[in-house]
């Protein structure tokens, strides 16, 4: 049986149709694949460690995150990363390492056509 789950958050609804809305205009699917992965349950999103991230990003890439990035482990390289939200260690560590940290909405703005994104989760 599946329910049908209603998002209760303005800015996650919000972020969610301008993820639609970009994939339509920018011939950008990525941001199609993001939206659908965000309208899913709370429980069913990515909680991602940094080592992960450090173990499958390249450094011209930018790591997206449809969830949460927890600190577990070191990033080992220079490395933005967008994400619905970030534990405050993992967002030291990242700024330590030499990374950015930007959320999802900062990312579809900077980046419309989504290139060079590796999505993690």
């Given at each position: 049986?599946?329910?049908?789950?209603?998002?209760?958050?303005?800015?996650?609804?919000?972020?969610?149709?301008?993820?639609?809305?970009?994939a339509y205009e920018n011939k950008a699917p990525i941001w199609k694949d993001i939206a659908?992965?965000?309208?899913?349950?709370?429980?069913?999103?990515?909680?991602?460690?940094?080592?992960?991230?450090?173990?499958?990003?390249?450094?011209?890439?930018?790591?997206?995150?449809?969830?949460?990035?927890?600190?577990?482990?070191?990033?080992?390289?220079?490395?933005?990363?967008?994400?619905?939200?970030?534990?405050?260690?993992?967002?030291?560590?990242?700024?330590?390492?030499?990374?950015?940290?930007?959320?999802?909405?900062?990312?579809?703005?900077?980046?419309?056509?989504?290139?060079?994104?590796?999505?993690?989760?």
């Amino acid at each position: 049986m599946t329910r049908d789950v209603k998002k209760t958050n303005p800015a996650l609804i919000n972020l969610i149709k301008g993820l639609k809305k970009s994939a339509y205009e920018n011939k950008a699917p990525i941001w199609k694949d993001i939206a659908e992965r965000l309208e899913k349950p709370l429980q069913n999103w990515p909680e991602i460690n940094l080592n992960r991230i450090s173990m499958y990003v390249h450094e011209k890439e930018t790591a997206l995150i449809p969830g949460k990035v927890l600190s577990t482990g070191k990033l080992t390289k220079k490395i933005s990363i967008a994400a619905w939200s970030f534990s405050e260690k993992a967002h030291e560590k990242i700024k330590k390492a030499g990374g950015k940290t930007l959320s999802i909405e900062e990312l579809v703005k900077n980046n419309p056509k989504g290139k060079d994104i590796r999505i993690v989760g």
